[in-house]
């Protein structure tokens, strides 16, 4: 969605500079991300300089939106040109997505950073700046060289970054986090350091996430406990993504997880009421009425292939025999009894 305003996109640039998180004096990199002969403290160097490069630049572009091609002139009125309120995120990650790098320049293929300059989807937002021209040229202000670049040409060219010769090695090297892809607005627009403790296809603790450290340790127990206990009947995670820096989403097959700091809500898919409904009617009362009071027929389509007329749970209803449920989570004891309905209803997984 488009910003209304340039005071609108400037609150959006403001917020997520705010966010962004401190980098501690040393941190855990696991030897994946050390490309280009770096060694763990040359990575901590260039990812600090990284990090000190974005909020710079975003202070910048607060302070002067239009030197920046932010905003434009539009039949006499100011609008705002992206959507985006990470244009130069973006802009680093499709030219080291682009690229490689050695002995610390980057090579950058001219056709493929095109794609993503017109917009081919980046990670898991497919959101991109309308102003990369505008962009580029501004690097060289901040100690950046580039050769060859020719906008809206599939051109190759090089990016030299002489003041810090890790910091185009490490924006390379993070882009191989998986959470550059899933978390583009939370672990890695943030800055959270705690992504690089793993080998780039590993999943973070969940407390190491940006999102964990803003909330209290009861939903943290919750969702720790969940995913060990889920994983011991071999129920894993089958995706997970970060709508906004402080809320995610996990999947488990049958049980989605919804969190934020302030609150947990879980989905539940409930399937066969008829084959089961002894069981379903043994459960303790408040999941029982949560499922006897929410599989009535929605109407949703005509010919719905789930549809099931009857009686069921003592009435004559109509209802879907496939119910996805906002089940209760306001207890940590709730998710053995979710782990107690999934074995019951689907059978225990091998691991």
Same mark, same amino acid.
Request: no cysteine; proline share 6%; charged share 25%.
């Given at each position: 969605m488009a910003y209304k305003s340039t005071q609108e996109m400037i609150d959006h640039l403001k917020h997520y500079n705010f966010i962004i998180e401190k980098i501690p004096e040393t941190f855990e990199v696991h030897g994946e991300y050390l490309i280009?002969?770096? *060694? $763990?403290? @040359?990575? *901590?160097?260039?990812? =600090?300089?990284y990090r000190d490069l974005i909020k710079n630049l975003n202070e910048r572009m607060i302070a002067s939106?239009? /030197?920046?091609?932010?905003?434009? @002139? =539009?039949?006499?009125?100011?609008? +705002?040109?992206?959507? *985006?309120?990470? +244009? #130069?995120?973006?802009?680093?990650?499709?030219? $080291?997505? /682009?690229?490689?790098?050695? =002995?610390?320049?980057?090579?950058?293929?001219? $056709?493929?950073?095109?794609?993503?300059?017109?917009? =081919?989807t980046l990670g898991s937002h497919n959101a991109y700046p309308k102003n990369i021209e505008s962009m580029i040229n501004k690097l060289s202000e901040y100690g950046f060289d580039i050769t060859g670049y020719k906008h809206r040409e599939p051109v190759d060219f090089t990016i030299e970054?002489? /003041?810090? +010769? #890790?910091?185009? +090695?490490? *924006?390379?090297a993070s882009t191989l986090s998986q959470y550059q892809a899933k978390s583009l607005v939370s672990d890695y627009a943030c800055f959270n350091a705690l992504m690089f403790k793993t080998a780039p296809k590993e999943k973070m603790l969940f407390p190491d996430t940006h999102t964990a450290k803003l909330m209290p340790q009861h939903l943290i127990e919750f969702i720790t406990t969940a995913i060990s206990e889920f994983g011991k009947i071999g129920l894993n995670q089958m995706a997970e993504r970060h709508h906004k820096h402080n809320e995610g989403w996990m999947k488990f097959k049958y049980y989605q997880i919804y969190y934020s700091p302030n609150n947990i809500f879980t989905l539940f898919d409930i399937t066969n009421h008829e084959i089961h409904e002894k069981y379903l009617e043994s459960l303790p009362e408040k999941y029982f009425n949560t499922i006897k009071d929410h599989i009535n027929c929605k109407t949703c389509r005509k010919n719905c292939k789930t549809l099931r007329v009857g009686e069921l749970f003592g009435k004559k209803r109509a209802w879907c025999n496939s119910s996805r449920l906002r089940f209760p989570c306001d207890d940590i004891n709730d998710i053995s009894i979710v782990i107690d309905i999934i074995t019951t209803l689907y059978g225990k997984k091998s691991r």
């Open positions: 280009d002969g770096m *060694i $763990a403290g @040359d990575f *901590i160097l260039g990812y =600090k300089e939106p239009e /030197s920046f091609g932010l905003v434009a @002139d =539009k039949k006499g009125i100011e609008k +705002p040109v992206n959507t *985006i309120h990470y +244009p #130069y995120l973006w802009l680093f990650i499709a030219l $080291a997505r /682009s690229g490689e790098v050695r =002995k610390g320049l980057l090579y950058v293929n001219g $056709a493929e950073f095109l794609a993503y300059a017109k917009g =081919k970054y002489k /003041s810090n +010769p #890790y910091l185009l +090695p490490v *924006i390379k």
